[in-house]
């Protein structure tokens, strides 16, 4: 750097300090496929909170005469299952069930697959290896195998499939975390802040957290949309939700059989899990550009 | 508001030595697979040396010689296999804390950019170790400004700013501004100024040695560049493989270099009169592998002067003149078997 730019550095406006989050969310407002992709993720989240609110029809109630009618149909927008039941209002209610097990598996593996990565990427040493040996243990198998043989072993069920997706995402956070820790754990600030008799929590929270939690957290928005798939091929499979409850994946299993018969209804609650998962893929990209501080 | 970080006491007065290091030394293993032989790297092996209250000590050598481990050893940064390191007089144990030593000792690492923490303002950087150590937030703070104005920066513009917002001369600014803020007795500056281009190297250094007479500061100053040592240095240190070859006051050093490497170092200076050019290589070839390092004096596989003495006996630091200039090499060990070692004088 010359005198002469050093000198307009100095005299440059006095910065205001903003949050670091803050940034991040002014970066991602400007990015406008992940605005989109935000704002239709809003729109279904909050329909599916709010939907005893919205006058639908009944999600449960089937009518014998009125079944497999096609989009469009006056009083049912969406059309009928193999039930009749208004497909509108099965999808937005299906949209409860299904954003739960897509969202929460991932928020719990998320706490405990960063808390382990971070303790060993941070220990390293005898530490670390038994920590990743371990989890590469489940690592050994394929995802949805796991899921399955944890689903069936646990017996079907919400809850139960929450708990086989969690333990199914952990070993992959944990992975994704342990590598940024280590990667982060070797600069130079890290030794500054030990050096400065900081003790290994202090550094963790202070000066490791803000530094791996970026990536990790692209990482877990990123495996929501697999969670919802896999979570709809349990469901698929009879270990998930049970009928009559309307769940995306489970929907998509029951209406398989008619899709020579009204292909458009029977694709439905498939292009739901689609645009979900591609909104939260697209929303992860853009927070992964929003992210990096240097933008 | 708490009370404000007091500089840790002097205990041993201005005799004793700030930092004394005796018999420092760090293997690293490597290898050692299920199959493959466990080898030995010596980083560091057996470095002895003192650096005095409000001395300045440098430390020279070339890439790989144990200069940085050495600095990493001292701040207790890494476990050492053996060797005793007393910070004015007191070995960190039962009472002497590592958290006491480590409020006399800081440290300014080379690469400034990587020795600050991305996502922590400048301000935040340096409030941190205070706070660590319980000062209030809002009293580390207004240190933190104190130091920024202290090292040249001026807080209203600075303090707030990201370390990717500053240029590299201002982010060592910063690192030294960090380091003063626990108030310590003694700095190590590792390469400290060596990534900086010549004009803001030129500021930072006078800017230490401003820093270092109205803070009553004392420097180890770890470089490879031999002008800059000259320059900031009372006393300096050359090490060769993990070893120290000579130690003496700069000058003496300097003019009268005893140890063959030190003579080889020197002469690879670039002169500043382009009719002085260094024309033939002082000394060829890159350094034995630390692994296995030569017997005898580790430097006589690439000395003009070596003799059989030299790859059987280990030459051990010894006086070259009155001055406290230490050499180990054979050349000046009186009786030691070299064709040019002093005659030992009768008994």
């Known amino acids: ?295 | 508001m708490t009370t404000p970080l007091e500089p840790i006491a002097d205990i041993g007065g201005a005799a004793q030595p700030l930092l004394d290091v005796k018999g420092l030394t760090k293997h690293f293993p490597i290898g050692g697979g299920l199959f493959a032989e466990k080898k030995i790297v010596r980083a560091v092996d057996d470095v002895s040396f003192q650096v005095g209250k409000g001395e300045t000590v440098g430390i020279v050598g070339e890439s790989g010689c144990g200069k940085s481990t050495t600095a990493r050893l001292l701040m207790h940064l890494m476990e050492r296999n053996s060797g005793e390191i007393l910070f004015d007089g007191q070995l960190v144990g039962a009472t002497f804390s590592l958290r006491e030593l480590r409020r006399g000792m800081q440290m300014v690492f080379q690469d400034s950019y990587a020795s600050l923490n991305p996502r922590l303002t400048i301000e935040d950087s340096i409030a941190f170790g205070p706070k660590v150590h319980g000062i209030s937030d809002k009293a580390a703070r207004e240190l933190a400004r104190d130091l920024l104005t202290k090292v040249g920066l001026r807080p209203e513009v600075f303090a707030n700013r990201y370390p990717h917002e500053v240029s590299g001369g201002q982010r060592q600014r910063v690192n030294i501004a960090r380091a003063l803020a626990l108030k310590p007795r003694l700095v190590i500056l590792d390469e400290a100024v060596s990534a900086l281009d010549k004009s803001v190297e030129a500021q930072v250094l006078n800017l230490l040695t401003d820093l270092k007479r109205d803070l009553g500061l004392t420097y180890l100053f770890i470089s490879h560049d031999l002008n800059v040592v000259r320059y900031i240095s009372d006393r300096v240190l050359v090490m060769y493989l993990g070893q120290v070859v000579e130690l003496g006051p700069v000058d003496a050093v300097y003019d009268g270099p005893a140890h063959p490497y030190t003579r080889a170092l020197l002469a690879a200076m670039p002169a500043m009169d382009p009719d002085e050019r260094t024309m033939t290589p002082p000394i060829s070839g890159d350094p034995p592998n630390p692994i296995d390092p030569p017997s005898g004096c580790r430097f006589h596989t690439r000395c003009p002067f070596a003799e059989e003495v030299c790859s059987k006996v280990v030459p051990a630091l010894s006086p070259v003149d009155e001055s406290g200039h230490l050499a180990a090499c054979h050349q000046v060990i009186p009786g030691s078997g070299h064709s040019r070692a002093p005659v030992l004088e009768a008994a």
């Open chain 1, 1 to 295: 750097m010359t005198a002469a730019s050093d000198a307009a550095l100095q005299a440059a406006p006095v910065h205001k300090a903003r949050g670091y989050w803050a940034t991040v969310g002014r970066r991602l407002l400007r990015d406008k496929v992940a605005v989109v992709c935000g704002f239709i993720l809003l729109l279904i989240v909050l329909a599916a909170i709010f939907a005893p609110f919205l006058h639908l029809a009944d999600p449960y109630q089937g009518s014998m005469i009125r079944r497999l009618r096609p989009i469009g149909t006056p009083g049912y927008p969406l059309g009928t299952d193999e039930l009749g039941r208004d497909m509108l209002s099965r999808l937005v209610y299906g949209g409860r069930l299904s954003l739960l097990i897509g969202i929460l598996p991932v928020i719990l593996a998320f706490c405990i697959g960063t808390s382990l990565g971070l303790v060993a990427g941070y220990a390293g040493g005898k530490v670390n290896t038994a920590i990743m040996r371990t989890v590469d243990v489940f690592y050994a198998f394929p995802s949805v195998l796991l899921a399955i043989a944890i689903s069936g072993v646990l017996g079907a069920g919400i809850v139960n499939s929450i708990v086989s997706l969690t333990v199914v995402f952990i070993p992959q956070i944990t992975r994704v975390a342990e590598s940024v820790t280590t990667s982060v754990r070797n600069l130079d600030f890290v030794d500054a802040a030990r050096a400065s008799g900081a003790g290994p929590l202090t550094i963790m929270r202070v000066h490791m957290l803000g530094n791996v939690l970026g990536p990790i957290f692209v990482y877990a928005t990123g495996l929501i949309s697999v969670s919802m798939i896999l979570a709809a091929g349990l469901s698929f499979l009879g270990l998930g939700t049970k009928p009559p409850e309307p769940e995306w994946g489970l929907m998509l299993n029951t209406l398989r059989t008619a899709i020579y018969v009204n292909p458009g209804v029977a694709a439905l609650p498939g292009v739901m899990i689609f645009a979900v998962s591609i909104c939260f893929n697209m929303l992860s990209d853009g927070l992964r550009s929003a992210m990096d501080i240097r933008n």
